[in-house]
């Protein structure tokens, strides 16, 4: 993927960046009270973390908690003007851009269930036109990074330099322990793609539950990301959004302060010698990986020939059955997890069925 943006890095605007850059609040804008008690001792942690509150709320069904409206970003004022904390809201269309800029809202960002329509986007980058405000943008809900990078490149063509990627994970038919997949190997595409580019990680939305974020902020750490996004509620029991993903403040700061942020680079060159050895020795040892797949794919076109001159079928599930259960049995002897061989296998075998399919049908001429 080609991903080319005008950024403006986040040290550059960014008053006292330090990694983490913390993005911390409620999931919605409920009451002056809660904004207002939820912020102070936010800021009592992290004066220098931007307070995040959603005032219109994306919500899958109807007659759910829709957000509180404009009032909120009265709330956001006074936040901000007692606490001192920048402020950052999710905005869905031009309306609510104007009515953020109005308010003095900081930094606004774009939610998942709007990054993946470029009609909305469009809009609000249209609507960004000639303004100098931080925008984030988050993954689409679908893990389609090329939405992702579209979205980005909207507002950054609006004149926009001021952006970040927010990763909050993807819906999946198969989540695992997780309220939304974490997929990072996506997020990684994109910063492959866009080095520059700051990269966020909401472990709220990725995790769905107080227990997981600790662990999903740590591995965004170690992702090389460069802040987090975590819902922080004075009360979470009684949210009116996402009630059971929320954390309180005092344990925003345990997560915090227990995370370990690893350097990116290594300075110390016996270190890097080191690394450098590992890394030659791992690097041959997928040579060799790969020689062993190409002569496996060439034993595997002559079934196929096989299968072709005898009227057999490319495909026999029992077969496959006992392939992937042999697989899988082998692979936990080798201390390798059932899901790596299930994929592993699974690619292995559509390449193999793509080949035999190849020398059992001759593609049709154009
Ligand atoms: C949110 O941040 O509260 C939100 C609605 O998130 P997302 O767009 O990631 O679902
Ligand atoms: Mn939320």
Known sequence: ????????????????????????????????????????????????????????????????????????????????????????????????VEECLKSGIDILWIGARTTVNPFSVQEIADALKGVDIPVFVKNPIYPDTQLWAGALERVNNAGITKIAAIHRGFHSYDNGPFRNSPKWELAIDLKAACPELPLICDPSHIGGSPELIPYIAQKAMDMDMDGLMIETHCNPENALSDAKQQIKPFQLNEIISDLQIRSSSVENIELRNKLEELRCIVQKLDNDLLELLAKRMTISQQIGEYKKENNITIFQVAHWKKLMEGGILTGDLLGLPKEFIKDLYQLIHDESIRRQTEVMNKLPKK
């Open 1 to 96: 993927m080609i991903l080319e943006l005008n950024i403006t890095p986040l040290n550059k605007w960014f008053p006292h960046y330090k990694k983490p850059l913390l993005i911390a609040g409620p999931c919605s804008a409920e009451s002056e009270l809660q904004m207002l008690e939820t912020a102070k001792q936010i800021a009592a942690f992290y004066p220098n973390s931007i307070f995040r509150a959603g005032i219109w709320k994306p919500r899958t069904r109807p007659n759910t908690f829709e957000g509180i409206g404009n009032i909120g970003l009265q709330w956001m004022q006074q936040v901000k003007a007692e606490t001192g904390l920048l402020t950052a809201t999710e905005v869905a269309n031009a309306n609510h």
